[in-house]
């Protein structure tokens, strides 16, 4: 089978314990990945990445960075998580933001509304176990300066449940999640990204 090709997007943020959350995920799945550091437009194109990894960090640097003319990677990002809901798209935290509220004109990736730091400031992170009802088990939850969803559209599904807070939305392949499962020794939700890449590279 095909190697399947994860692009890991590198702005800013918590991106290293991504790249072994995917490593363990791969372990544990026996499917083959090879991860692309995504830096800036032209990565994009160069790496044709099968799924795309949004990490957690500081939306606003990321969008800084990302949309600055050094790197430009965001608009593309955007385009290519646009261009077809199947792509399977995991952001956590302020990957969610992005992907909740991309603040360049065009719609949300995830049918979703997002505020940020409402958790209240670093001082109020949290880990605590939550309802994956994407993985149809309980998960470990790390929120760090998390954002709060405040509303779900009709296209956003529930992923995630901390009591009776959505905490995870799915739209199409999509998932964004304002914890960090990286951080957590789950590979859970890594493990639905390269599965469910692997299923659509199998039928296509
Ligand atoms: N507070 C951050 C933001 O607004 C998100 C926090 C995180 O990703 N851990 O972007």
């Given at each position: 089978?095909?190697v399947?090709?994860?692009?890991?997007?590198?702005?800013?943020?918590?991106?290293?314990?991504?790249?072994a959350?995917?490593?363990?995920?791969?372990?544990?799945?026996?499917?083959?990945i090879?991860?692309?550091?995504l830096?800036?437009?032209s990565?994009l194109?160069?790496?044709?990445?099968?799924?795309?990894?949004?990490p957690?960090?500081?939306?606003?640097?990321?969008?800084?960075?990302?949309?600055?003319?050094a790197?430009?990677?965001?608009?593309?990002?955007?385009?290519?998580?646009?261009?077809?809901?199947?792509?399977p798209?995991?952001?956590?935290?302020?990957?969610?933001?992005?992907?909740?509220?991309?603040q360049?004109g065009g719609?949300?990736?995830?049918?979703?509304?997002i505020?940020r730091n409402?958790?209240?400031?670093?001082?109020?992170s949290f880990?605590?176990?939550?309802e994956?009802t994407?993985?149809?088990?309980?998960?470990p939850?790390?929120?760090?300066?998390?954002?709060?969803?405040?509303?779900?559209?009709?296209n956003?599904?529930?992923?995630?449940m901390?009591?009776?807070?959505?905490?995870g939305?799915?739209t199409?392949?999509r998932?964004?999640?304002?914890?960090?499962?990286?951080l957590?020794?789950?590979a859970?939700?890594?493990r639905?990204?390269i599965e469910?890449?692997?299923?659509?590279?199998?039928e296509a």
């Amino acid at each position: 089978m095909n190697v399947l090709r994860i692009g890991l997007v590198m702005l800013q943020g918590a991106r290293h314990v991504h790249v072994a959350a995917l490593e363990r995920a791969s372990a544990e799945s026996g499917i083959d990945i090879e991860i692309i550091e995504l830096r800036k437009a032209s990565d994009l194109e160069a790496a044709d990445p099968h799924a795309i990894v949004l990490p957690g960090g500081e939306s606003t640097t990321m969008r800084l960075t990302g949309n600055g003319p050094a790197s430009a990677l965001l608009p593309v990002i955007f385009e290519w998580i646009r261009d077809d809901p199947s792509r399977p798209v995991l952001g956590t935290c302020a990957g969610a933001i992005l992907l909740s509220d991309p603040q360049d004109g065009g719609v949300p990736m995830v049918d979703a509304a997002i505020d940020r730091n409402a958790f209240g400031t670093q001082a109020d992170s949290f880990q605590t176990t939550l309802e994956a009802t994407a993985l149809q088990r309980e998960f470990p939850g790390v929120f760090i300066r998390a954002p709060r969803f405040t509303h779900a559209g009709p296209n956003g599904e529930v992923a995630a449940m901390l009591g009776d807070e959505v905490v995870g939305v799915r739209t199409g392949n999509r998932l964004a999640l304002t914890f960090h499962p990286e951080l957590s020794s789950d590979a859970g939700f890594h493990r639905w990204l390269i599965e469910t890449t692997s299923a659509l590279v199998a039928e296509a």
